[in-house]
């Protein structure tokens, strides 16, 4: 975990004095709405269908205790009891009142937290593998490149009004677990091969989701490390150069890498960096060092790598901690050690959504079990990450208590879902009741355990939010003439390799939505080659064409008792 330095703390402190100003000019009439909309973007306040969103910042998805506690305080006393993790490994706040902001902001300073650049044009929250620190296949420890971005990136001048929101993605391991190809840079370390353990970043450009989802391109295969700063700052300036200002759908830096070709962008951020190369960014040992030493490690005890479990905590082969145990419980570099999904995907629940009482009870848990530290993923889950392998049955008790111990990881009803049409003025159809239906649909976990692993994302537009466009199966709202339906894309992959999936055909209307998914599975279990094929991976070898006949020519299909859907 970081821990503020003097200089973090004043720059979160200052920040909330003056936008407890600009908030009181606003409200007293003397700063028009678009005069304080930039202001409040830079703070993370949005304006949503039914009341404003307050975005908190978490850095690289990491919380202490301390700060969930602030959290669940938050939700209390100036909201409606409840938070929402997102895919960004933040925290919204649907429900504040906008002059109740600045104290908010205030209480958040208080245990180093903040709302910073979680919206606007500019460099946003970056992102990381949920792992980072005890990966089994850790190339290096992405928390501390992250931490130095962040610092670097915060109230840049150059790249605070950029032609578009920027986010970037670390991953510090061998597997991609945050999908750096799908983010308009992606940072991936790796290790000269040979006798040379030199570590470096594979640079990735032009990735991203949205209007027009697209794969990064891969720049640079090898980075030095010293060099990741000026680097970045090259592409950067490139973008910040040749970046659409005109048209806001075409502002990305993904339609800039598409328009020029990945070879002429990377020779011209190659001719910036040379420029940048050896200046004043270049990183040193003493510095990464100097990042490195304000971060809290945990204390393990030396255990075997089978640790007695005591003869009052064992469970036996009770199937239901059985299952927890194989979808939840993940492996840990130190003996002795593992880490554990906490499940914010219980049917009935909105994907990401925590209660106050949960957050306070997770808390707790987390001091208990966890050196008092947890994990946001983007899968919009929570992780305890060093939690001993002989306190798994008193965990699991307590968590299954609180509902949070549905073992889905991986699994169909895992659902990424974003707030959608309940919440947002941008979506276009609601996702919260369709993730529903769908987790009600699949709610034998024995059935699930049989589908095996499958990424199911919605997103109530096409913004992506919910990263429909990287699901096994992905579903986006879409409006016709007034009404919600919903485009069904199957075979997107946010891992290595990273896939955008196909549209299968026309739209279904809401109720159809399980429908249609039901019959993609039955497809499915009836083409695998083996139990051990994953959907995404059935669906590149046969292609699309018998998910669709699934669907669109199935006998029972809605498609022949009404009029076609729309496109």
């Known amino acids: 975990m970081y821990l503020y330095d ?73 909201d409606r009891g409840y938070g929402h993790f997102s895919t960004r490994q933040n925290l919204q706040f649907n429900w504040p009142k906008l002059e109740a902001v600045p104290d908010i902001l205030e209480h958040l300073a208080s245990v180093q937290m903040h709302a910073i650049q979680t919206s606007g044009n500019c460099i946003r929250n970056i992102t990381t593998d949920h792992f980072a620190g005890v990966a089994r296949d850790e190339i290096v420890d992405s928390f501390v490149w992250c931490e130095i971005l962040r610092q670097w990136s915060t109230f840049h001048p150059e790249f605070a009004f950029l032609p578009r929101k920027f986010k970037i993605a670390v991953n510090g391991a061998e597997a991609d677990r945050a999908a750096t190809f799908l983010h308009d840079i992606g940072l991936h370390a790796v290790r000269k091969s040979g006798s040379d353990p030199d570590l470096g970043f594979r640079i990735i450009v032009g990735g991203g989701m949205g209007r027009t989802p697209m794969i990064g391109h891969v720049i640079r295969e090898f980075l030095p490390w010293q060099h990741l700063l000026t680097y970045v700052e090259a592409i950067l300036r490139v973008y910040n150069r040749h970046g659409r200002r005109d048209n806001k759908y075409k502002a990305r830096i993904k339609i800039l890498v598409k328009e020029r070709g990945p ?23 003493a510095e990464v060092r100097r990042v490195e030493s304000r971060f809290v490690r945990p204390k393990y005890e030396q255990m075997g790598s089978d640790p007695i479990i005591s003869q009052s905590e064992k469970i036996g082969s009770v199937p239901i901690f059985l299952n927890w145990q194989k979808r939840n419980v993940h492996p840990h570099k130190q003996p002795g050690y593992a880490a554990v999904t906490l499940s914010l995907k219980k049917t009935g629940v909105p994907p990401g959504d925590v209660t106050d009482a949960q957050m306070e009870a997770i808390a707790n848990i987390a001091d208990r079990y966890s050196f008092g530290e947890l994990r946001v993923t983007h899968e919009q889950n929570l ?98 003439q007034g009404a919600e339906f919903y485009q069904v894309t199957i075979g997107g992959n946010q891992g290595n390799p990273a896939a955008v999936g196909r549209v299968i055909g026309p739209a279904f209307a809401q109720h159809e939505v399980p429908w249609v998914v039901e019959r993609l599975i039955g497809a499915y279990l009836r083409s695998r080659e083996s139990e051990d094929e994953r959907f995404v991976d059935c669906v590149h070898r046969i292609g699309i064409e018998p998910f669709k ?19």
């Open 383 to 480: 992780v305890l990450a060093d939690v001993r392998q002989d306190h798994l049955p008193a965990l699991w008790r307590e968590l299954r208590a609180l509902g949070l111990a549905t073992p889905n990881i991986g699994l169909l009803t895992n659902i990424i879902a974003c707030p959608g049409g309940d919440f947002c003025a941008l979506a276009n159809a609601k996702s919260i009741p369709v993730a529903e239906a769908i987790q009600r649909l699949f709610d034998d976990l024995d059935y699930l355990h049989d589908i095996g692993e499958l990424d199911l994302n919605i997103s109530g537009c096409i913004n992506s939010c919910g990263h429909h466009h990287v699901g096994h199966i992905g579903v986006l709202g879409v409006d016709k």
């Open 6 to 78: 003097d200089i973090d703390q004043r720059i979160v402190d200052e920040r909330v004095a003056q936008f407890r100003e600009q908030t009181r000019r606003h409200l007293a009439g003397k700063l028009s709405e678009d005069d304080f909309r930039p202001l409040r973007l830079q703070n993370g306040l949005y304006l949503q269908r039914h009341a404003p969103m307050l975005r908190v910042a978490i850095p690289y998805g990491i919380l202490s205790s301390r700060q969930l506690r602030m959290l669940a305080h938050i939700a209390r006393q100036f």
């Open 549 to 567: 006949e699934a669907v669109y020519g199935h006998a029972d299909s809605p498609r022949q008792d009404r009029e076609p859907a729309v496109a």
């Open 263 to 285: 070879e002429r962008f990377r020779d011209e951020v190659e001719a910036e960096w040379e420029q940048l190369r050896d200046g004043a960014s270049t990183l040193t040992k």
